[in-house]
């Protein structure tokens, strides 16, 4: 399995910025694509930046200009800087990544536990 653990979430005020972090581990063979969802009460699971191996960076248009996903390889973590925050970007932040396993053929995508972001207007 691929375990993924998030850190870095807590409350803001409107216009202060936190950095997510999220490092996996277990038997990684490669990983694909990093990034992070969001889902704030009573919404769906968002897209919010994601990252491919190759450096290629995807953005929600909510977040472009405020928002930047980085990624150590070497320490297979994907970072989310947020800044201008918004009381509108208040939600539980997951993080993903495309992941293949040792001694598997196949990716799959694994899970974060989430993280809590409330920002206070």
């Known amino acids: 399995q691929v375990q993924l653990v998030e850190s870095g979430g807590g409350l803001v005020q409107a216009g202060g910025s936190l950095r997510l972090s999220c490092a996996a581990s277990?038997?990684?063979?490669?990983?694909?694509?990093m990034g992070w969802y969001r889902q704030a009460p009573g919404k769906q699971r968002e897209l919010v930046a994601t990252s491919t191996s190759g450096g290629n960076t995807n953005y929600a248009d909510a977040v472009k200009g405020r928002f930047t996903i980085s990624r150590d390889n070497a320490k297979n973590t994907v970072y989310l800087q947020m800044n201008s925050l918004k009381a509108e970007d208040t939600a539980v932040y997951y993080c993903y990544c495309t992941a293949r396993m040792v001694l598997h053929y196949r990716e799959y995508d694994y899970w974060g536990q989430g993280t809590q972001v409330t920002v206070s207007s």
């Open positions: 277990g038997s990684i063979f490669s990983i694909n694509a």
